[in-house]
């Protein structure tokens, strides 16, 4: 038995637009906010992932994923987007931390969750209007 909540396709999908009309309703914290569109966008593609592969529980979803499993049922969307979108103009690079290093996208939760300083935060502004678009790709595909 698998230790996450056997979450149905149509609440992730259902997730994806609570947690996105919040993203466009709230203002303050930038961080808090993109926390919000980062699963907006993860729950959107995890909903699109299951349609697409005829699955209506998260647990047939990850008996389906076969190899790509860590990828497909993780936080990694640049994944989930290319399985679902292979030609996909959706760039999501690394973000640069003021400390050094840097996060990717798989790690965007943990950035914005943890409130790490950023190097540039330029680099944050472009990835936020990238997951925005990439939101608003998932609405026309739900």
Partial sequence: MSSRINVKRREFQD??????????????????????????????????????????TYEEFVQCCGREKKDLTGHNISAMLKKLNPHSSYCLRNIHLKRGGCVPPEKFNELWRYGAETEDGDEEEKVEKTLARIAEWIHTKL
């Fill in 15 to 56: 997730s994806y637009r609570r947690h996105y009309k919040m993203y466009k309703e709230t203002t303050g914290n930038s961080k808090s906010r993109r926390l919000l569109l980062f699963y907006s966008v993860e729950c959107g593609l995890k909903s699109l992932l299951m349609k697409d592969l005829g699955n209506n």
